[in-house]
């Protein structure tokens, strides 16, 4: 990742800057929503945060080295919205679409067992029931420091 940075700083126009966007360290959870009214919370089973650590530790390196200047962080909420759990598994296959780490079978049981009650909840609930997938996310403006 810090190599990635050094290319985007290389990159970078002279009064350009870094947004960086990435998952914060806590974990993902699965909400089944009735309007307003939270039916079901649960956090994701396959919940790591190692990625979020080599994130974390490759911006330290660029600022630690000179290279960024953090201007601007904060944090916010990411939900992901859906009508159904179908709808929702799709989603996150694509975002892992291109993950070919091997897959921890017990998880995946987990993930299906998850999935089940969800969809069941769902059900019961009726017209109007929405599932979603929140995670908490966050952003930082960094801004290159010019070499002389």
């Known amino acids: 990742m810090v190599h990635a940075l050094e290319e985007i700083r290389r990159l970078l126009k002279p009064d350009g800057c870094l947004i960086d966007i990435h998952p914060a360290g806590e974990a993902k959870f699965i909400k089944v929503y009735q309007g307003r009214d939270i039916l079901f919370a649960e956090p994701d089973p396959g919940f790591s945060d190692e ?20 201007e601007l962080e904060s944090e916010f909420d990411l939900p992901i919205y859906s009508s159904s759990i179908d709808e929702l598994v799709k989603f996150l296959e694509e975002i892992d679409a291109y ?50």
């Open 51 to 70: 990625g979020v650590k080599q994130a974390e530790d490759a911006l330290a390196q660029i600022v630690q080295r000179g290279l960024f200047v953090m």
């Open 99 to 148: 993950d070919d780490s091997p897959k921890d079978k017990t998880v995946e049981a987990r993930m299906t067992e998850l999935f089940h009650r969800i969809n069941e909840i769902m059900k019961a609930a009726g017209e109007g029931a929405e599932v979603a997938y929140h995670e908490r996310a966050r952003i930082t403006r960094l801004k290159p420091i010019l070499q002389r």
